[in-house]
């Protein structure tokens, strides 16, 4: 997989301090973020094919910023994205890991939408049904991307500790919790067709989508407050890339 050969590449640039190295490294990234923009399209999830193709972008211009940008800036942001892939690809990559956490996730949201009221069942290991209707959890399904990515940016971050793992609790746990609401309202809104019958569109594709998108920017903010050093570390990687996109370096 290209995000095993990026990340490998990513650790040796963190080492080496090679700029080619980090060039290639982020280049890689962004083409294994590019080859899923077709899945998302295929699905009609035009939110996500517009985030990977913009990803695509970023990355690929992140590259050319490990090329003529500042170095350290670069290592520090590519030392807590490769331990947010550290976090997310045992499960992307371990199908026992991936599994469990798949139906933990479908347990804790069958729960969630009992106690709710909702009388979800569960119709196999990871598919619940409401209504007549069933929906099946997979890893999306279970936050672990945002989860990661959180985790990666608080531990990776240079700074105290106890900062560091207060800024991991008001967020990773956070964005869990948020996640099994998301998935019951999903099923609800599809189960009894509260939006007609492109319910399960409307709601996961554009509700769930939108509300998911302000959760993360209420959760960046508080996470920025408690990791001052994470907000600057992100203003100086913007600084950087706009000076290799207006030719200033």
């Known amino acids: ?14 080492v080496s301090k090679k700029r080619f190295v980090g060039f290639i490294a982020w280049l890689l990234t962004g083409f294994a973020f590019l080859q899923n923009v077709p899945y998302f399209i295929a699905i009609k999830d035009y ?3 517009t985030v990977f ?3 695509f972008l970023l990355f690929t211009i992140m590259g050319y910023t490990a090329l003529r940008g500042n170095l350290n800036v670069m290592i520090e942001t590519t030392r807590f994205s490769l331990l947010a892939i550290a976090f997310y690809f045992p499960f992307e990559l371990c199908e026992p890991l991936k599994i469990t956490l798949i139906k933990v996730v479908t347990d804790q949201t069958i729960a969630l939408g009992k106690l709710l009221g909702f009388e979800f069942k569960r119709l196999s290991w990871n598919e619940i049904t409401l209504n007549g ?5 997979i890893l ?3 936050g672990i991307e945002s989860m990661a990515l959180f985790a990666g940016a608080c531990l990776g971050v240079k700074a105290d500790l106890s900062r560091k793992v207060k800024a991991f609790l008001i967020s990773v746990p956070v964005i869990y919790v948020l996640n099994l609401f998301r998935n019951v309202f999903v099923l609800a809104s599809y189960g009894y067709s509260w939006f007609g019958e492109n319910s399960f569109y409307i709601a996961h594709h554009v509700i769930a989508k939108f509300l998911a998108l302000v959760s993360l920017i209420i959760i960046t903010t508080l996470v920025f407050r408690e990791l001052p050093e994470l907000e600057k ?3 100086n990687l913007k600084v950087e890339i706009e000076k290799v996109v207006r030719n200033d370096r």
């Open 1 to 14: 997989m290209l995000i095993v050969i990026s990340s490998i590449l990513m650790l040796a640039f963190i």
């Open 233 to 235: 570390l992100i203003v």
């Open 53 to 55: 193709i913009l990803a």
């Open 133 to 137: 209707k069933g929906v099946k959890i």
């Open 140 to 142: 999306p399904c279970t």
């Open 47 to 49: 939110f996500n094919t």
